[in-house]
Structure formats: C-alpha cells, structure tokens
C-alpha cells in the first residue's frame, strides 16, 4: 500500500504545468524568428556640394545684377532727375512771384533789411519766402554772410526747393546754380535790376538757371562764373546723358549733354539777338 500512494504522488507530479521554455534557452526557436530588415544608410551629401551649390546661387545672383544694373541705374538716374524738375519749376515760381511782388528778380544776391545787396548771401536766400521758408527767411541775419555765426544754423537746414538727389556734398547743398558774368540773366554788375523787360531775346528762349554737376551749400553766394563764350561748367548729374534748365518764362527743360557749346551760350545769354529754338534741339 505504501508503495502504491509513492507512485500516485509522482503521477500528479507529472500532472502539473510545467515552466515554459524561455525563448532565449531554445537556439533553434530564436533562430526561426523573422528577422527585422536593416535600414539602408542614407547616402551622404557630398562635401563638394555644400560649396559647389552656394558659388553656384551667388554667380546666378551676379549674373543677374549685371544684366540689370543698367536699367536699374535709368531708373534711379530719370528718377532723380524728376526730382530735380520739380525742384527746379517750384524755383521759377518763386523767381516769377518775386518780380511781381518786387517789381525786378533778387538776383545774383540777397538784399538786406536796407535794401543794400549783400554780395555774402545767395539770391537764393532772397528767395525763401517765395517757395514757402518765410520762417527760415527771418530768421537770417541779412546784412551778414550765409556762414556767419549769426547765419549758420539757418543755412545748414534743408530746404527743399533747392535739394538735387546723389549730392556728394550732402542734403544742404544743391547744385542748381544760375549763371553770373556779363549779358547773363544773374550778372553781378549790372547797373540796372534785373526784370523781365530785359529779356529781348524772348523768356523762352534764356536760361535763368541749370543743373550742374558740383555743388555747394544753398545759401552761399555761388553760381557759376560765367564769360562770354568762354568754358562752361559740366552739367547734369554724374552718370547722366541730360540736365534740366530753368528758362526765364518759368518752364523747365531737360537738355542732352551732347548740345553744343556754342549753343548753350546763346541760352545764357539774355539780350545777343540770337534767340535759340530749343524745339529744334
């Protein structure tokens, strides 16, 4: 009997769960795994290419830049000298309003509180209130030079009228200037105010001012020295193929820089009996 419950005891031993294998302890079942598939390595860029592509982009960008600077320098070049168009209409405005208030132009000089002229301030002082500066107008010292201390502080602000864009010398100067020697309309010596009765060649057909290349501080006495068929000075802005003028009706025009010298004298001059048909230019 005793022999009998031993064995019956081994049976339910053999009845009970037995561990499951772990599937590290059985190689051939680790083996029939599917096998997850390695990723393919990206190819790498190649090191040429980080600057092949930059030297690339920048030599388009050059190409491109060269193409067009030609027209983007008409551009700026038509748009400064609309600039100075404008600028140039508002002082033969002025210049107009003057004579009808005065009577004569206030030219090549300013004059001073005693009606003396002062041969140290710009005609284009004189000017000031009639391209509306009033304010600026009192508040210079006329019996003194433009760069006198009393002056200066006035004298450096700008003022519109009188600005020509690409100045070197900076925004207070311009370089609209009339033209000052014998038979031109800013002639210093003359012995007579200059009016428009005086312009027998026609207003039309004479310059009273033009746009040159160089310029200067707007209130300081500076035009351009004029002699009968002598030099004349470079005209229009820097890079440019025309300038504008002034004529003595008021108008402006814009000239080619290819005109002659010899015509350019017949405009400056007032009174020669050539008048110059600017039509037939």
């Not at 390695?38 to 491109?64: D, H, N, Q, Y």
């Not at 301030?121 to 107008?137: A, F, I």
Request: some cysteine; proline content about 8%.
């Amino acid at each position: 009997m005793a022999r009998k419950r031993f064995d019956d005891e081994e049976d339910d031993d053999d009845d009970r769960p037995r561990r499951s294998r772990r599937r590290d302890d059985d190689d051939d079942d680790y083996d029939e795994r599917p096998r997850r598939r390695k990723r393919k390595s990206k190819p790498e860029f190649p090191t040429w290419a980080w600057v092949a592509i930059p030297i690339g982009i920048l030599f388009v960008i050059g190409i491109c830049y060269v193409s067009l600077r030609p027209a983007i320098q008409k551009a700026r070049s038509n748009e400064a000298s609309g600039v100075v168009r404008i600028n140039m209409k508002q002082i033969g405005i002025g210049l107009h309003s003057q004579h009808d208030v005065q009577g004569f132009f206030g030219v090549p000089f300013a004059v001073s509180d005693d009606k003396a002229t002062n041969p140290g301030l710009s005609w284009r002082v004189g000017l000031l209130p009639y391209v509306e500066q009033n304010g600026l107008y009192r508040g210079f010292d006329r019996s003194s030079r433009w760069d006198d201390p009393r002056n200066i502080a006035f004298s450096s602000q700008l003022v519109s009228a009188y600005s020509t864009p690409d100045e070197p010398g900076g925004p207070t100067n311009t370089r609209m200037f009339g033209f000052n020697g014998p038979g031109a309309f800013m002639e210093a010596n003359r012995k007579f105010p200059m009016k428009l009765s005086n312009i027998s060649d026609g207003t039309a057909n004479t310059a009273m001012a033009a746009e040159v290349t160089i310029g200067a501080p707007w209130a300081s006495p500076t035009d351009v020295p004029y002699t009968r068929n002598g030099p004349l000075p470079s005209f229009g802005a820097s890079g440019s193929d025309s300038f504008q003028i002034l004529l003595a009706d008021g108008s402006v025009r814009n000239i080619k820089k290819t005109i002659s010298p010899a015509v350019m004298h017949l405009l400056i001059q007032i009174a020669d009996g050539q008048p110059v048909n600017l039509d037939e230019l």
